[in-house]
Every structure is written in structure tokens, then in C-alpha cells.
């Protein structure tokens, strides 16, 4: 009797529940059936992995929102005779309904990627980019169809790259017309299997990507250094491994979110638009850019994404190097001028290049020592042809004497447009209009009510100086400037507590792919530094000194960066000063510098760049006691160590305690 009435209460509840799910409208992927999808049975799972299709193929991205096509719109009427059936949303054809666009192996190392219109795939790792059909961009470069292949680095230390379909002009042609011409790009790169893969998803105004593995002696010398290779690709465990996650994985990159892809905001993009049309006008000559901001606004990524725009329109573009610290061609310390001619599709450490002119300045900073600083900017800026636009980076440090600074920048340079960058996080600074920089006294430069005096010269610098509109001693001559505001809105991964760390590791990354330019070129083996064969340099010494070397820091060259100079002819490229042989009184120099310039070098500088610790203390092949690596470390000796800041850190803390291996340089 118990049971009967048991069974009569639950009936009516059970069959009012049964009514209830039938009427509910199937809109909505339950995330019970989600999280116990290992449970279902196989009939369970091939269920919802036929509804799973079904959302994809009218358009519903599952995998963000949730949404599926409704029930009705896939299931046949059941009466003869029904009441309309609710229409079902047509299906777009070709790829263009897959919310993430699909990846075919392509065999060993190598991947397809087939980019409906206005979609991008954000990834990590280093891979070399070819497009077969169509055009597509990467950081802001344009590569299309029959273009030769593009290395592209996509870093962890920066935002992740995207390569984004974008519209190309095609003339009037059916859609079988243009599979046609597809199948005929593609007979010559592709199998047929891969082929009909492609035109059985093709659709107008796709792009096809081929992404290869791509391995230079720069990325094997940076890789082969233990815990870097996180820099290009982080390891993290996956619960999908399917085709697409193996084929990546073979290229040697990984697929990224696409909130971790670079964004730009509104007003850079339009920035950039105006600076593009103004390069391309040529209406009243090359622009000078000048580009300015604090620290961590994005002005070096500013500065990378417009040289790629610009050279989808003109064939170079000139950049001076201003920023001691995070220098963007060449290793930290320097100020250049280059004239770049191939795209930035990475960070600094990736594109180390040969500048037109460069002085070595010694230090990351220009603190303590700003006369030399403005001495050296004139003395590079004097070889701008004004040929082609031209980009000045300029330093982070905007208060203070770094704002007074930056003022007698714009006057010495008179930039035709000012870019400056602000951001919420940032300090406050003013903006610097013609009017705020014609009033305000620069720290070697005075207002436009006062006399302007040109500022201070180096005597070994005077001589060389030379400006095409004016003369020596007339004083500085600002024809105002357009002010272009940014505001920025990056997501910082720097800090006022681990800026200074952060930066280091950007400055010794640099300083690696300047050195990964030794090694020699791939597929030939990796080579330690210490197994390479250095240049003898010739240490001249007379009465009262050795009149070959010159210090910037009071240090000794040995074991450390040395700048490589003439008394006659500017600083050239950085180099290592392996070792001094004081009997035979030879400098071993380790520099990509060629043998023939190599030949006017009569001059050694020595600054206070370092030379990171993983190259003395990670290289492959040392055995026994390694050389300038000690554990008896004094901090008292003088010069022994660099004052990085005025609070003591825990980790220096810790190190008292519990000493570990410090690089010391032998003083003679």
C-alpha cells in the first residue's frame, strides 16, 4: 500500500516534468552534459556531438557563448499536415560559418590555415608565414599572394601576433573562376588531397596560409640558454589533442586566445592613418615623427606597427634611435640611425640590424651625463638624408629633467608631427603643443621670449657636426609641429617593483640576439662562444697610459661589451673582449663586425652594459672551472657592483646570507 502510494505521488510530478523539458525551447547547452561528457554513452555522445555540427554549421560559436540552433529548425514534422515549422537560419557557405578557422597538417613541419574574410588566428612561437591565395597582415604588414615568406616571432615577453584576412581587389569573377585560379596557385605548393580539402571549404575573399617551421642560429642560440625557451613557446598542458593541435605543435607554434593578441585602440589606429597618408603625400617633404610618453604605453609597438604600415606603401623608412635602454636594432647602450627596409614582425631581440650610423654612449641611462647625450643625437642625426620619413624613439623618463630633456629633443630635431602617449596608469605630463614647448626653457635650450643658445658641445664632437639649413652658431631653429594624443591602453605586465627586473631581462635578450649573429647559419651546429675563434686587436701602450682605450665607467674591458671605435670615425657595433693578452699585448674581441671594418679600429670603449650571466655560466661544452664565475664575491671592492637601486631587495638580502656564483671582471 506504501508503494502504490508512493508510485501515485511520483507520477504526476515526473510526467509534469517531462512536459515541462518537452515545451522548454532548446536554445541553451546545458553545462551538466559538458562537465559529464566522459560518462555518456557512446550513443549519448554521438547525440551531442550531431548537435554540436549542427551549430556550427548555422553560425553559433558554442564554445563562448553556449547558443544552439534551435531543435525545431533541424527535426522533420511528425503530422502530415503541421503547423509551420519555424524557418531554419540559412547556412553560410564555404568556412566562413566556422567560428575559428580550420588548420590542416601539410605535412612534416608544416600547416594550413584557411582565413575566411575578417578572421584572424592569434598564436605563440616563431614560424615563417607564406601566403598561397589572397592577403592577409601580420602587425600591421601586409602579405599577399606571390610575396616570398615572412618570419614572424610571437613572443611571450610581448602580445601575441595575429594573422588577420583582410580585403583584397579582385576583378569580377564567379566563384567557380576563382576556385579555378586557387587550384592552379596551390598545384605547385600542395598534394591533391590538400587541394580538395581547400576547395571543398573555399569561399570568396579567403585567404590560404602556409605556416612552416622556421629555425635560425639566432632563435637556436637563445633556445639553447636554459629557461629561455619560454620566450617563444610556453609548454602547458592540453586536454585537446586532435589534428589541428599536432599540426601546430610540428610548425612549433601553439594557438592563443584572442584577448591575448595585440589590440590597438581607437586613437593610435587613427594616429597611424594620419601618419601613413602624410608619408604617402609627400606634399611638404618627409615627416619627422617623434614619438614620446612614459614608460610601458606602448611606444616601441607603436613605433614597430607603424614602420610596417609605411612599407606597405613606400619601399624604406628611417629610424632614430633615442632610448639607451630598450633600444630597438641594436644592443643596449647605443644611439643609431638605420634605414629599414623589411618589416618588424617581432621583438627587438628578433631583428638585430647594421645601422647607417651608431654611437656607442656605454650606459642604459643618460643620467648624470646629459651633455654627451645631446652631442651624440646631433652628431647621428646629421646623416638623415631626408630622403624618406623619418621615426625618433625617444626615452620613458618624461619628468623632471627627463621632460626638459625631451624639450630640447623637439627643438634640436623640429619634428613636423609629435606622437604622445598617455595612459590612466601613467604619471601626468603635459602636452607638449608648440606653444607649451616654445615657452618652456629646455635643460640646455630657453624659451622663445629668451635667448637661445644651442647648448654645450664636445670637443671631439664639434668638428663633425654639420646642419644643411643653418649655420654652426646660429641658435636652434623650431618650426612647430602637429600634436597627435594617444591615450593607451595596454595591459601592463611591468611594475614599479619588478620594472626594473623586467627591463633587465628585455636589455640581456637583446644583448643574446646581438650575439646569436656569431653563430653560424643554420643547418650547421651550434657553436658556445668560448669555442669560437676571436679577432686579435693590437694594444698599443705608450708613456703615461694606453692611449687605445678609453673608459666610460672606470672598469677594465676584459670579459665584458666593449664598443669598437676610431679616433677619426664614429663608434661602431658592440663586441665581447674575451680576453687581454698582456705579454703579447693583444685584445681577443668576439664581434658579427666584418674583417674589413675591423681594420680602422684603433679604439676600445668600455661602458657599463653587462654581458648577461647565462652566456659565462650556461654555455654547452664547459667543463672544470668556469672562467670569471667565482663564489668568493666582495661587494666592497670598488667597482665590484652597480647600485640598481636605493632599497635593498630580498633576493640581495638572501644572497648575503647564502652567496651564490657572481660574475667578477680580473682587474689587472
Known amino acids: 500500500m506504501a508503494d502504490s502510494q508512493l508510485l501515485l505521488k511520483r507520477g504526476p510530478f515526473r510526467s509534469t516534468w517531462l512536459r515541462a523539458r518537452k515545451t522548454r525551447t532548446q536554445l541553451v547547452l546545458s553545462r551538466r552534459p559538458r562537465r559529464r561528457l566522459g560518462t555518456l554513452r557512446w550513443c549519448g555522445r554521438r547525440r551531442l556531438r550531431r548537435r554540436l555540427l549542427q551549430a556550427q554549421a548555422a553560425g553559433a560559436d558554442w564554445r563562448e557563448s553556449g547558443c544552439l540552433v534551435p531543435r525545431a529548425a533541424t527535426r522533420r514534422p511528425k503530422t502530415a499536415a503541421p503547423s509551420p515549422a519555424p524557418a531554419a537560419a540559412p547556412a553560410p557557405s564555404g568556412p566562413a560559418s566556422l567560428p575559428i578557422p580550420p588548420v590542416r597538417p601539410a605535412g612534416p613541419g608544416r600547416a594550413l590555415v584557411l582565413l575566411p574574410l575578417e578572421q584572424g588566428f592569434t598564436f605563440s612561437g616563431i614560424c615563417r608565414v607564406t601566403c598561397l591565395y589572397g592577403q592577409v597582415q601580420v602587425f600591421g604588414f601586409a602579405i599577399s599572394q606571390g610575396q616570398p615568406p615572412q618570419d614572424v616571432f610571437s613572443t611571450y615577453t610581448h602580445s601575441r601576433l595575429t594573422i588577420n584576412a583582410v580585403h583584397y581587389s579582385m576583378p569580377e569573377k564567379s566563384k567557380k573562376e576563382m576556385k579555378r585560379e586557387a587550384r592552379a596557385l596551390l598545384r605547385s605548393h600542395l598534394n591533391r588531397d590538400d587541394r580538395c580539402w581547400l576547395m571543398k571549404n573555399f569561399s570568396p575573399l579567403c585567404s590560404i596560409v602556409m605556416l612552416e617551421q622556421l629555425k635560425t642560429s639566432t632563435v637556436n642560440f637563445l633556445v639553447s640558454h636554459p629557461g629561455l625557451s619560454y620566450v617563444f613557446v610556453q609548454e602547458s598542458p592540453t586536454f585537446q589533442i586532435n589534428s589541428e593541435h599536432l599540426a601546430l605543435r610540428s610548425v612549433g607554434i601553439r594557438r592563443e586566445k584572442k584577448k591575448n593578441g595585440l589590440r590597438l585602440t581607437e586613437s593610435a589606429l587613427s594616429a597611424m592613418e594620419e601618419l601613413v597618408t602624410v608619408s604617402c603625400e609627400e606634399v611638404d617633404g618627409c615627416p619627422v615623427i617623434l614619438v614620446c610618453g612614459s614608460q610601458d604605453v606602448g611606444k616601441s609597438t607603436f613605433n614597430r606597427y607603424l614602420i610596417n604600415q609605411l612599407l606597405n606603401s613606400i619601399s624604406c623608412v628611417d629610424y632614430l634611435e633615442c632610448d639607451l635602454g630598450q633600444t630597438e636594432f641594436t644592443p643596449p647602450g647605443c644611439i643609431s640611425l638605420l634605414n629599414i627596409t623589411e618589416p618588424v614582425l617581432g621583438p627587438p631581440f628578433t631583428h ?56 630640447d629633443l623637439i627643438r634640436l630635431l623640429s619634428p613636423s608631427h609629435v606622437v604622445q602617449f598617455s595612459s590612466g596608469r601613467s604619471k601626468y605630463m603635459p602636452n607638449l603643443t608648440p606653444d607649451y614647448v616654445d615657452d618652456m626653457d629646455g635643460l640646455y635650450t630657453k624659451s ?72 653560424p647559419p643554420v643547418p650547421r651546429p651550434l657553436c658556445p662562444l668560448h669555442g669560437l675563434t676571436p679577432y686579435q686587436l693590437w694594444r698599443r701602450a705608450q708613456a703615461g697610459g694606453d692611449p687605445g682605450l678609453r673608459s666610460h665607467s672606470g672598469g677594465t674591458p676584459e670579459a665584458g661589451a666593449v664598443g669598437l671605435a676610431n679616433e677619426d670615425v664614429s663608434p661602431r657595433p658592440d663586441g665581447i673582449c674575451r680576453g687581454i693578452d698582456m705579454e703579447k699585448r693583444l685584445y681577443h674581441i668576439l664581434t658579427p663586425v666584418p674583417p674589413e671594418e675591423l681594420r680602422n679600429v684603433n679604439c676600445l ?64
Open 352 to 407: 638585430q640590424r647594421t645601422p647607417q650610423k651608431m654611437v656607442y654612449y656605454g650606459k642604459p641611462s643618460c643620467k648624470n651625463n646629459y651633455e654627451n647625450y645631446i652631442e651624440i643625437i646631433k652628431y647621428v642625426f646629421s646623416s638623415y638624408k631626408k630622403e624618406s620619413p623619418l621615426i625618433v624613439n625617444t626615452m620613458g623618463w618624461v619628468s623632471d629633467k627627463g621632460l626638459l630633456l625631451l624639450i
Open 448 to 519: 622663445k621670449s629668451r635667448v637661445r643658445d644651442r647648448g654645450f658641445q664636445l670637443a671631439e664632437f664639434t668638428e663633425s657636426l654639420e646642419f644643411a639649413d643653418e649655420e654652426k652658431d646660429s641658435p636652434v631653429v623650431f618650426t612647430g609641429h602637429k600634436l597627435i594624443c594617444v591615450q593607451s591602453d595596454f595591459a601592463f605586465r611591468k611594475t614599479p617593483r619588478n620594472r626594473e627586473s623586467h627591463n633587465k631581462v628585455l636589455r640581456d635578450l637583446a644583448v643574446l640576439g646581438y650575439l646569436g649573429q656569431l653563430q
Open 605 to 668: 670603449l668600455v661602458g657599463a652594459i653587462s654581458i648577461p650571466q647565462c652566456v659565462f655560466k650556461s654555455q654547452h661544452g664547459l667543463e672544470g672551472t668556469i672562467p670569471y664565475i667565482t663564489t668568493d664575491y666582495n661587494f666592497k671592492l670598488p667597482g665590484a657592483s652597480e647600485k640598481i637601486g636605493a632599497r635593498e631587495t630580498e633576493e640581495t638580502r638572501e644572497e648575503k646570507v647564502h652567496p651564490k656564483p657572481k660574475l667578477y671582471r680580473k682587474i689587472n
